[in-house]
């Protein structure tokens, strides 16, 4: 096993709360402020976590339920931060009944993490994803940009190396 999963503590800076209460200032009396806000929140630290949405709802007036509601509803916002590596296993169909699921699988037992953490060491990060648009190479995964293709169990150890 890579690296076990522990809880994460929220790490955020002056710099980065400052940045934020910049962009909240500058948007939060526009119309349909809150989708941009949350957006520009997350390009600033990374991720969405429960400090940074009290944030956004102390400054804005928005009930911290709606917020969390909106970040818990589009798959854009994360919860928890990404690793350096983001891999994302495709679970759809084609891929699912070529044996994807199993990929998925070895992963988490692999990284010792569930879909949705972060390794500890902040490497890697597991996510699983309905389509990646590559059914023809199916099973598929992808780390951050690379697509890897017609992949069995057998590949991850080797994958899995390159990122070392």
Known sequence: MLSKKTTVQFTGTEEQEKELLGVINELKDEKGALMPILQRAQDIYGYLPIEVQKIISNETGIPLEKIYGVTTFYSQ????????????????????????????????????????????????????CRCVGACGLAPVMMINDEVYGRLTVDDIDDILAKYE
């Open 77 to 128: 916002f994360n919860l928890s931060p990404k690793g350096r590596y983001r891999i994302s296993v495709c679970l759809g169909t084609a891929c699912y009944v070529k044996g994807s699921g199993d990929i998925y699988n070895k992963l988490m037992e692999k990284l010792g993490i569930v879909g949705g953490e972060c390794t500890s060491d902040g490497k890697f990060s597991l996510d699983a």
